[in-house]
């Protein structure tokens, strides 16, 4: 079975600049979640989505925003790159809410530089 | 804050030692608990999980500990092999929705 799938896997922006991220969850997975990894630091997160609703936001400005598709696949979406945008943005599917079905899988992940 | 620093704790050991590692969690009220493990260029890879009401669970070759009383959580890796040279990050979730915060990251380098 395919694991969590996300395009594409490096990109290089420069300042000002808008990127979209996409994401294929596991086969029968409903849940999507962002996050993004700077070098050196653990994942922070950023949205959840769960049969096309936002279930939660992390701590990140209105310049990141997301969307989930009928067919559970998601979009992440960054206006007004800044330099410290730059870093791994992860995708993680899972079958719900992860206290009641488990266990959260990651895709590789977007490398997104901002130049 | 929920994330922390660069510099990430290194852990060596011999090819064949059971390593252990170790993660202090932040919230008291973190109901599920996961360890992954991160190779350079990729993704967090699910290795196992672990909810509050537990203290200890086995997996292949993995062992977590969960000691409420003092918010610590272990990783024990049973016959520790070159391929378990990673970035190992505990994380934690207090419910409500996906939401996990993760630890520093321990970077187990695995010598033959």
Redesign the interface.
Known sequence: DAG?TQSPTHLIKTRGQQVTLRCSPISGHK?V?W?QQ????????IF?Y?EKEE??R??FPDRFSARQFPNYSSELNVNALLLGDSA?Y?C?S?WG???NT????????SRLTVL | G???????PTLSVQEGDNSIINCAYSNSAS??F?W?KQESG?????II?IRSNMDKRQGQRVTVLLNKTVKHLSLQIAATQPGDSAVY?C?E?T???????????TRLAVHP
């Open positions: 969590v849940s979640s996050y700077v070098l050196g630091q653990g994942p922070q997160f959840q769960y279930r939660g992390g701590n791994l992860l993680a899972s809410n992860i206290l488990g266990e959260l899988f990651f895709g590789e992940g | 929920e994330s922390v620093g660069l510099h990430l109901d599920y996961i992954y990729k993704g967090p890879q699910f999980d990050f994380a979730n419910g409500g929705y996906n939401k996990l915060i993760f630890g520093a990251g």
